[in-house]
């Protein structure tokens, strides 16, 4: 009886203390001071001193997002652009100025962003992103008024993610800048051009307690990202955002079958520039197009991965794809 019981008692010790090793062997470290991230300086420029103040909506929870509004509420569709890893909506503040004739533009600090965040780098739980968007949505469209969600990086791989999951019914039609799909896509440099550091480890031993239900360690940093020191040592560095937690990355991002969430979107259109830094701009059409043939795509020459926001091309295309009924 005990050489039968042995290794069923053993077999989940063992998976726990693998889980428990590889997390405990790994812990964020300084980067090293010469690494060589993204270019911020467009967007540093673009935002220059002032720092347009946000509206506060309310979410299931009772936690107040914070959004900056443009436009009237009831002209052409409610534009949702959704900010990318490590900054926040003021990231989008030329793009939604330009736009704000042509829509109803909403730009939300996700949580764990932004000047005064809860918990920097961290949500409550994975998925959370999700439900504040439709949150967001259910609050602020008008009767009948169509709903466009935007993404610029991984704000674009949670517009995927937000197609394939409960509330994907909430999107009309999807923008998709330069978007993160996973870090095994096609599409992916390494490290995403030098912009982020993963603690592989320490996800991989997450991710086998996650498998067996156990998520009390989800709150561990496990990325890093590469933020220059001209934004940390700048008057907006306190509103910048240098690790995540798994929960908050995990949720940030497509699902594992990225693919299968990319298939759900809805009337899309990718705009991506050909000297990006940390995806593979080329290679987004003819892996996307494969599960979903709905998209439309455009790739920018000469425009990098944080210019495309504001790079004029981008704004006229976006404006014709607001207005195609």
């Given at each position: 009886m005990i050489k039968i019981l042995l290794p069923i008692i053993l077999t989940p010790v063992i998976f726990l203390l693998i889980a428990g090793?590889?997390?405990?062997?790994?812990?964020?470290?300084?980067?090293?001071?010469?690494?060589?991230?993204?270019?911020?300086?467009?967007?540093?420029?673009?935002?220059?001193?002032?720092?347009?103040?946000?509206?506060?909506?309310?979410?299931?929870?009772?936690?107040?997002?914070?959004?900056r509004?443009?436009?009237?509420?009831?002209?052409?569709?409610?534009?949702?652009?959704?900010?990318?890893?490590?900054?926040?909506?003021?990231?989008?503040?030329?793009?939604?100025?330009?736009?704000s004739s042509d829509a109803f533009v909403v730009v939300p600090d996700l949580r764990g962003h932004g000047a005064k965040p809860e918990r920097r780098g961290d949500v409550d739980h994975i998925g959370q992103y999700e439900e504040d968007l439709a949150d967001l949505i259910d609050n602020?469209?008008?009767?009948?008024?169509?709903?466009?969600?935007?993404?610029?990086?991984?704000?674009?791989?949670?517009?995927?993610r937000m197609a394939g999951g409960a509330?994907?019914?909430?999107?009309?039609?999807?923008?998709?800048?330069?978007?993160?799909?996973?870090?095994?896509?096609?599409?992916?440099?390494?490290?995403?051009?030098?912009?982020?550091?993963?603690?592989?480890?320490r996800i991989i031993g997450l991710t086998m307690l996650n498998m067996v239900g156990i998520t009390t360690f989800n709150d561990l940093q496990v990325i890093q990202l590469a933020m220059p020191r001209a934004v940390l040592d700048g008057p907006l560095?306190?509103?910048a955002t240098t690790t995540y937690t798994y929960r908050l990355n995990n949720g940030f991002a497509p699902?594992?079958?990225?693919?299968?969430?990319?298939?759900?979107l809805p009337p899309f259109l990718l705009i991506a520039g050909s000297d990006d830094e940390a995806f593979v701009a080329e290679a987004y059409e003819p892996l996307l197009s494969d599960v979903n043939t709905r998209g439309t795509y455009a790739l920018?020459?000469?425009?990098?991965?944080?210019?495309?926001?504001?790079?004029?091309e981008t704004v006229g295309l976006i404006g014709t794809f607001l207005g195609g009924g």
């Open positions: 090793g590889l997390i405990l062997s790994q812990s964020p470290q300084p980067l090293p001071s010469d690494r060589e991230g993204l270019d911020f300086s467009g967007i540093l420029a673009g935002e220059g001193s002032v720092v347009r103040e946000p509206t506060n909506i309310p979410m299931r929870d009772g936690t107040m997002l914070p959004a509004l443009y436009g009237a509420p009831d002209q052409g569709p409610l534009l949702v652009l959704i900010h990318g890893s490590g900054w926040h909506g003021m990231q989008f503040d030329g793009l939604a100025r330009a736009l602020l469209r008008q009767d009948g008024q169509k709903v466009v969600v935007a993404g610029h990086s991984s704000g674009g791989g949670l517009v995927v509330y994907g019914d909430r999107m009309d039609k999807a923008i998709l800048l330069a978007p993160f799909l996973k870090y095994n896509a096609p599409t992916m440099r390494p490290d995403a051009g030098g912009w982020t550091q993963a603690l592989t480890r560095g306190h509103t699902r594992e079958d990225y693919l299968k969430d990319a298939a759900a920018i020459d000469g425009v990098g991965h944080l210019d495309i926001v504001d790079n004029a």
